[in-house]
């Protein structure tokens, strides 16, 4: 069966600098990843900033293009999709961003973000259809209608204009939803609720979710499996049980190790690790070996491939080239768990 | 604070009528022009036109009783042809204005949204116009027309009007491109000119209306300079040909101070009014920019 | 606990607004050990950032301070005149700002940034001793002495922020006020940012408040916490009795609602919406969100009492007076 989304070694050069100087970044290299499409899943994609989780997004979404590689959905690369194909695709995968001030526009009510896909889209044939399906929707994010109808934006709590967007995105009845930092930017009280509803849409709706975050926390508690990105690479995968509860690649470890715990009698221990330069020049070889407590020659020269460090997740590190490599074709980190 | 007002653009409109502190830059602007625009429309109900036509009454006469700012070399009433002119100086102002804003909001909207070839095109032409001075090009088209009347001035600096509003709507259009309700809208499914229609427009409204007001003083100046130089309509009323035929007829050798100080002095009332409404909107878009978030 | 460093008493702050006062901060009193790490955590909303900027008399209208002392070794900043807090601020108490990387004047070095403060203060006049103690601050926020020639956006949000824990140190200050000092920063970036604010800190032995909303930095970081809600404190004790037993309900739900990375469980988010702090409910301002409200709650509000050594509750439920009348 074709798989859902097929992202095939994408990778994703900035160039910017004006007439004589032309500076490429780097912002993602060779990532691949595949949602089958059999069962909702939920993936997680964490990184700190510059890890290019965000570009990755916007590549999923298809706001920008890939430089290398390809993505497809149901099969067809999206940069060869005719109007009937792209109007699906751009129903069928849809988005949940992290500033919930930002996407609403202030001029409208709240509704108009409700109210435009469905018209837009065909879903109802009257008003009073269309309203019937606002209001499910709202009720299915745990919103009152009409204590959230009829407001602006700013008139509503950080966590009632999240779970609106949530809403919105289902009325679409999407097959992948891409949640951008989701509830980074909501008060630590109100972040339960909002990724409760969003575990509902993987239970009762069977969406598959790529949840992009960097508060591994709540990666553990939402996701099944997870893509640790740094500087546009996979330092690690495999399911969120293995990769962060036995963590294998030194990044990883680093940052499951700076999580502040909730607990009084669980401080952060060992050494304050190394300070990372702003600009740290692309030497060539793995990206982390500049801040590596286990670094050796061989880091410097080339980037390590990933290896299969247990039977639910694999490393990018030369620490366990005695494991077979993954094979390079592109593979979900759950698939490891069910080989068909 | 999710608890504080924040003031929006559509309920900043309403609120602005049921406020009591309405902005003093605003209101004391506002209040300017509506003064001189009912000393304008009132006063030319008010008086007998022919006042102001040749040879109505005795020529050269100095401020008195009966005729209020005195009489012109050609015997009209100084206060008569100031009432008929302002108008009509007004109205080039407002509609080359309109016509500058609403070419110009055109022009600005498509450049800054869709950017690539059409940005391009849009840019050069406007930038090539802005360098050139705006006056060189007025003077050269007045002189190319015979017949020059209110409603033909008005066209002749509209032609220029658009210049700056569609460099300032631009910059505005980039920014607000990249707000995150415009990848919103995109995901609903919304795309092209309908997305620059019903999410940006809406929002540009408070930079259209500063822009607008400036547009208006601008275009008032441009076409003060081009009746000065004597480039207006030879025969209807306007403040600026006021001046030029003061000018003509040496009113400044002889003394005659009640001909040209008079339309200077409304000149300058228009212009403060503009100056201080436009500031005044200056501050409102701004406050309701600071307190938004 | 010994003479404290910084007392609040009964701190009120409002927004004035056409519809009406907003209370921001409504009655807010503790008291502040020299040398100790206290943690303010609230939602947003709960008047926390208000109260930060109250303490250092850095608000604007329309925020107004309506009532209350705050004494910084006994003298009442409240009272003072403006040039009189002018030289307090920096000195004696001192803020790094919510946001503070992104304040860092572009244009400038970092050392004339930071020779601003002393230039402000009328401090080391010398210019070696200057070049001395920038280079000596820099060094103990984890820095190299070169970052005081480079300009800010040639740093890293975690290089900015340090430099300005650097900022706020560099007079000696008792007590420093820390408004979400690691919000936009990456988790490892917080660590070493945090961890540095903890070492100047005991260095200088100043007291430290810590805003924020994260529970999870206030336990690896506080002494003691103080949970804020509608612009009052619920609840202030030892960090870790505010964990392993919080007492006010509002504060056990906000612990039962951190995410966990031991084991998979249900989400268990705080039903309801944050208070109008315009009209603030009667009575206790979280009775309509809370599980355990009875019968004194929408009429009267608790106030802070003492319901053991060093642990204070605003709630009916362990308030002595309302017990014993409902018992009776």
């Not at chain 1, 069966?1 to 070694?9: D, G, K, Y």
């Not at chain 1, 899943?41 to 290398?68: C, H, Q, W, Y």
């Not at chain 1, 949640?179 to 909002?194: G, H, K, N, Q, Y």
């Not at chain 2, 080039?92 to 600005?108: D, P, R, S």
Request: glycine share 8%.
């Amino acid at each position: 069966m074709t798989p859902v989304l097929e992202v095939r070694a994408v990778g994703k050069v900035f160039r910017a600098g004006g007439f004589f100087k032309r500076d490429a970044t780097v912002a993602l290299k060779d990532f691949s990843m595949t949602i089958a499409g059999d069962r909702p899943v939920i993936t997680a994609i964490a990184g700190e900033s510059g890890s290019g989780k965000t570009t990755l997004a916007r590549l999923l979404l298809g706001i920008i293009e890939p430089s290398m590689g390809e993505i497809r959905y149901h099969g067809v690369n999206l940069k060869a999709m005719n109007g009937d194909q792209r109007r699906r695709f751009r129903q069928e995968v849809q988005a949940v961003f992290q500033d919930p001030f930002e996407v609403y526009n202030p001029f409208y009510h709240v509704d108009h973000v409700l109210t435009t896909p469905v018209a837009k889209f065909g879903l109802a044939r009257t008003r009073d259809e269309a309203y019937t399906l606002i209001e499910t929707a709202l009720h299915q994010v745990g919103l009152r209608p009409e204590e959230t109808l009829g407001r602006y934006p700013h008139q509503l709590s950080g966590g009632q204009r999240q779970r609106i967007m949530i809403a919105r995105a289902l009325l679409l009845r999407p097959k992948i939803i891409v949640a951008d930092e989701p509830v980074s930017m909501v008060d630590a009280s109100l972040r339960a609720t909002i990724l409760e509803s969003l575990l509902k849409l993987k239970q009762e709706f069977g969406i598959s979710l790529i949840y992009i975050t960097h508060d591994l926390t709540t990666a553990y508690q939402l996701c099944d499996d997870i893509y640790i990105l740094y500087r546009g690479t996979v330092a690690e995968t495999g399911s969120v049980e293995q990769v962060i509860k036995q963590p294998k690649h030194p990044y990883t470890q680093l940052l499951v190790s700076s999580i502040p715990l909730p607990n009084p009698d669980q401080r952060w221990g060992g050494d304050v690790p190394a300070m990372s330069e702003r600009n740290n020049g692309s030497g060539g070889g793995c990206p982390f070996a500049a801040r590596c407590p286990h670094v050796m020659e061989r880091c410097h020269i080339a980037p390590p491939p990933l290896y299969q460090t247990s039977a639910e997740s694999a490393a990018a590190c030369y620490l366990y080239d005695d494991q077979p490599e993954l094979r390079q074709r592109p593979v979900a980190a759950h698939d490891l768990l069910n080989p068909h | 604070m999710a608890t504080i007002q924040t003031a929006l653009p559509r309920q900043t409109a309403r609120r602005a009528f049921r406020l009591r502190k309405v902005n003093p830059l605003l209101a004391s602007g506002m209040v300017i022009l509506l003064a001189l625009i009912l000393f304008a429309v009132g006063g030319g109900l008010l008086i007998d036109h022919s006042y102001a036509e040749v040879g109505a009454f005795l020529p050269r006469q100095t401020p008195n009783a009966e005729r209020v700012l005195g009489t012109d070399s050609q015997g009209r009433d100084v206060l008569a042809v100031l009432i008929l002119s302002t108008p009509n100086t007004l109205m080039i102002g407002l509609v080359a204005g309109i016509a500058g804003i609403a070419t110009g909001t055109i022009l600005g909207l498509l450049s800054g949204f869709f950017g690539g070839w059409v940005d391009t095109v849009i840019r050069t032409i406007t930038d090539v116009f802005i360098t050139i001075p705006g006056i060189a090009i007025l003077i050269v088209i007045a002189t190319n027309i015979r017949n020059i009347d209110v409603a033909v001035m008005a066209l002749i600096v509209a032609s220029l009007a658009w210049r700056f509003p569609a460099r300032a709507i631009r910059a505005q259009t980039l920014s607000l491109r990249e707000r995150g309700y415009i990848q919103i809208a995109r995901l609903n499914g919304v795309g092209g000119l309908e997305l620059v229609v019903r999410e940006v427009l809406p929002n540009l409204l408070p930079y259209i209306a500063a822009s607008f007001v400036s547009t208006v003083s601008q275009s008032i100046l441009a076409t003060i300079g081009l009746e000065a130089l004597g480039l207006g309509p030879q025969n209807e009323y306007t403040l600026g040909m006021m001046i030029y035929w003061a000018q003509f007829y040496g009113a400044i050798l002889r003394g005659m101070w009640w001909w040209w100080t008079p339309p200077i002095v409304v000149i300058v009332l228009i212009f403060v009014g503009l100056l201080l409404t436009s500031a005044g909107l200056d501050e409102f878009v701004n406050t309701r920019l600071r307190k938004v978030k | 606990m010994t003479t404290p460093v910084l007392r609040v008493q009964d701190l009120h702050v409002h927004y004035r607004t056409a519809a009406g006062p907003v209370k921001a901060v409504n009655g807010v009193s503790f008291d502040l050990a020299p040398g100790e790490r206290l943690g303010l955590v609230g939602e947003s909303g709960s008047g926390k950032t208000t109260m930060a900027l109250a303490l250092m008399r850095m608000l604007e209208q329309p925020a107004r301070i309506e009532g209350g002392r705050v004494l910084l070794d006994g003298v009442d900043l409240l009272a003072l005149s403006e040039e009189q807090m002018r030289r307090i601020r920096f000195d004696r108490l001192s803020m790094v700002p919510q946001g503070a990387m992104n304040s860092l004047n572009p244009v400038m070095r970092i050392r004339d940034q930071m020779i601003e403060i002393f230039n402000a203060h009328g401090r080391h006049p010398d210019k070696a001793e200057r070049r001395e103690r920038i280079g000596h601050l820099l060094e103990r926020v984890g820095l190299k002495r070169d970052v005081a020639d480079r300009y800010p956006h040639e740093l890293s949000g975690g290089m900015k922020q340090r430099v300005c824990i650097a900022m706020a140190i560099a007079l000696r200050p008792q007590v420093i006020i820390a408004d979400e000092p690691t919000s936009a920063l990456d988790v490892v970036v917080q660590r070493q940012v945090m961890e540095t604010l903890g070492a100047v800190q005991k260095d200088l032995n100043a007291a430290v408040i810590l805003v924020g909303h994260d529970m999870g930095l206030m336990a690896q970081f506080a002494d003691r916490i103080g949970v804020m809600y509608a612009g009052r404190l619920v609840e202030l004790a030892p960090v870790r009795q505010i964990f392993s037993a919080p007492q006010h309900p509002y504060t056990q739900m906000l612990i039962a609602s951190i995410p966990s990375l031991e084991e998979k469980r249900l989400f268990k988010g705080i039903p309801g919406v944050a208070p109008s702090l315009l009209n603030p409910p009667s009575g206790c301002p979280f009775h309509p969100r809370c599980p355990a409200a009875f019968a004194p709650c929408p009429t009267i509000n608790p106030a802070l009492e003492e319901t053991d050594a060093g642990r204070w509750v605003a709630c009916h439920l362990h308030s002595e007076a309302v017990l014993h009348d409902s018992r009776a």
